[in-house]
Structures are given as structure tokens and as C-alpha cells.
């Protein structure tokens, strides 16, 4: 069986050009990566970043996946978020919509073979016909990608573990999975992050490495911290990811923070603690 592999989200690295994510990359001691597609199909960004995938790699670093965030969405307060986030804004839809296949196709050609997303508070109550809207929005998006043979993992937070399985039994798209990441479900309030791999386990494609204190009143955002600083009980919640078949990569995130560099490294140590591997 494949090892478990460790990465870092390129965006936490906050670069500018490639050369400036390598470096960042190899400071944190790092040789593989979560790379934003955005900037690579998005004018002015794909300019700088349009040769990003070979510069990455001939420097020796594998890209594990790659990662797709729409136009429109805000993330400054939780209310904003669950009116803007993922494919939910109408006036937005024709516009990510193509975005998507154009992340499609240079995912594809780059032969990144996982692409991760938010999909938009898909809502709980099944007769809701915003929930009927976005999961046909999110059917167009995985058979665009499913045509181009890349698979799709759905960021968890914005929905509960079990809202988020029933979405998944009603799209019925088999190349459609879930990026877990247990800190959302505490900045978002969406439940207990270990109970909740345990529900989804079967449909995790990866995992990110983040950490989170939770918001002291409803309708809040919780606080990113750095992993290990929070509230996710990472023993308990390696003893559920290990067990995952097949194997999954595991990505530190931070998105936060005036250390990331430091955190980033401190994040590593502490998967490969959990995972038995050597510093």
C-alpha cells in the first residue's frame, strides 16, 4: 500500500510567482504540495503562473491535487459566506460555471488528478429547492471534470456530516468526494470534526491539516489556530485517518497566523508523530 503523503496548500504560502512558492516550499522542508489553479487560468495571474506546473516540478516537488474557489465569494462573516460561498450565487453561476472547465482542462493537462472545492451550504432540509439547484450545479461541475478524468473532493464545514453524506447520495456522482478538514467543521459550527470523519470516512479523498478554536457565541466565526493549539483531538482523529482505504495525503493548511512558515513545519511534525513516520 502507497505511503501517506504530506503536503502544504500553496495559498498558505502566500507567493507571488512560482519561484517565490518553491523557495517557500523548501523552507518548510517540504517536497510536495496542494497547488491554487486559479491563478494559472485567471487573467493577470495565469501570465505569472501559466508555466507554474513545470517550474514545480523540475524543481523536484509533486503536486497531490489541486484546489478551484470561485468568483464572488466572501468570506467576512459567516452570513456573507452562506450567501456568496461555492456555487450557490445565481448572478455568479454562468461565469463559475466556466471557470470550472477551464480548471478542468488545465488540471487535466497538467494531470492533476484531484481538485478540491467549496461547494456552498448545500441546505439540510431535502424539499429546499436551493438544495435541488445546487446539486444540479454540482452535477454539471463533476461530469465536467469526470469527461476530463479528474476527480472532485468537496471541502467539508459549510455543511454537517450528515447533510453532506445525503448530498452526496443524491448527486450520485461517483468521482465526487470529500476533502476533510476538521478545523472548518469548528470554524463553521457544523459538529465534532473526529465523529464526523467517522461518518464520511468512506468518501475521503484527502485531508487537510488544520487546526481551530470554536466561536464563543452562534452565528460566529470560530478562530484558526495552529495545529495542535486548538480544539481537534488529533489523536483521535489519526486513528480514524490512518484506517482510510485507499490511503489518503494529508495537507497543512493555514490560512492565518503572522508564522505560517514555522507552522507549516510545526503542522508536519505533528502528522508524521501521528502517522509513525521519522521526523
Given at each position: 500500500m502507497c505511503p501517506h503523503k504530506i503536503g502544504v496548500c500553496s495559498w498558505s504560502l502566500q507567493p507571488d510567482v512560482p519561484d517565490s512558492l518553491i523557495e517557500r516550499v523548501r523552507q518548510c522542508g517540504m517536497s510536495a504540495i496542494q497547488l491554487a489553479l486559479g491563478p494559472l487560468v485567471m487573467p493577470p495571474g495565469a501570465e505569472v503562473w501559466g508555466r507554474?506546473?513545470?517550474?514545480?516540478?523540475?524543481?523536484?516537488?509533486?503536486?497531490?491535487?489541486?484546489?478551484?474557489?470561485?468568483?464572488?465569494?466572501?468570506?467576512?462573516?459567516?452570513?456573507?459566506?452562506?450567501?456568496?460561498?461555492?456555487?450557490?450565487?445565481?448572478?455568479?453561476?454562468?461565469?463559475?460555471?466556466?471557470?470550472?472547465?477551464?480548471?478542468?482542462?488545465?488540471?487535466?493537462?497538467?494531470?492533476?488528478?484531484?481538485?478540491?472545492?467549496?461547494?456552498?451550504?448545500?441546505?439540510?432540509?431535502?424539499?429546499?429547492?436551493?438544495?435541488?439547484?445546487?446539486?444540479?450545479?454540482l452535477r454539471q461541475i463533476a461530469d465536467l471534470f469526470d469527461e476530463r478524468n479528474v476527480a472532485l473532493a468537496?471541502?467539508?464545514?459549510?455543511?454537517?456530516?450528515?447533510?453532506?453524506?445525503?448530498?452526496?447520495?443524491?448527486?450520485?456522482?461517483?468521482?465526487?468526494?470529500?476533502?476533510?478538514?476538521?478545523?472548518?467543521?469548528?470554524?463553521?459550527?457544523?459538529?465534532?470534526?473526529?465523529?464526523?470523519?467517522?461518518?464520511?470516512?468512506?468518501?475521503?479523498?484527502?485531508?487537510?491539516?488544520?487546526?481551530?478554536?470554536?466561536?464563543?457565541?452562534?452565528?460566529?466565526?470560530?478562530?484558526?489556530?495552529?495545529?495542535?493549539?486548538?480544539?481537534?483531538?488529533w489523536p483521535a482523529f489519526f486513528e480514524i485517518a490512518r484506517a482510510i482505504v485507499p490511503r489518503v495525503n494529508y495537507v497543512i493548511e493555514r490560512e492565518a497566523g503572522g508564522s505560517r512558515l514555522d507552522d507549516v513545519q510545526a503542522a508536519a511534525a505533528l502528522v508524521r508523530e501521528q502517522l509513525g513516520q521519522p521526523r
Open positions: 507554474a506546473v513545470s517550474a514545480i516540478r523540475e524543481a523536484g516537488i509533486e503536486i497531490l491535487s489541486g484546489m478551484m474557489a470561485f468568483a464572488g465569494e466572501d468570506y467576512s462573516t459567516l452570513q456573507s459566506i452562506a450567501r456568496t460561498g461555492g456555487v450557490r450565487p445565481d448572478a455568479m453561476w454562468p461565469a463559475n460555471r466556466e471557470h470550472a472547465r477551464a480548471v478542468a482542462d488545465i488540471a487535466a493537462a497538467a494531470d492533476i488528478g484531484l481538485v478540491t472545492f467549496h461547494a456552498g451550504f448545500i441546505p439540510e432540509v431535502e424539499s429546499d429547492p436551493e438544495r435541488a439547484k445546487l446539486l444540479d450545479r468537496l471541502e467539508t464545514g459549510q455543511e454537517t456530516a450528515d447533510t453532506l453524506l445525503a448530498a452526496l447520495a443524491e448527486l450520485d456522482r461517483p468521482n465526487v468526494g470529500v476533502n476533510f478538514d476538521p478545523a472548518n467543521m469548528i470554524l463553521y459550527g457544523k459538529g465534532d470534526p473526529v465523529a464526523a470523519l467517522k461518518k464520511l470516512s468512506s468518501h475521503v479523498r484527502q485531508v487537510h491539516i488544520k487546526d481551530a478554536a470554536p466561536a464563543a457565541e452562534t452565528g460566529r466565526w470560530g478562530t484558526e489556530v495552529a495545529a495542535g493549539k486548538g480544539a481537534v483531538d
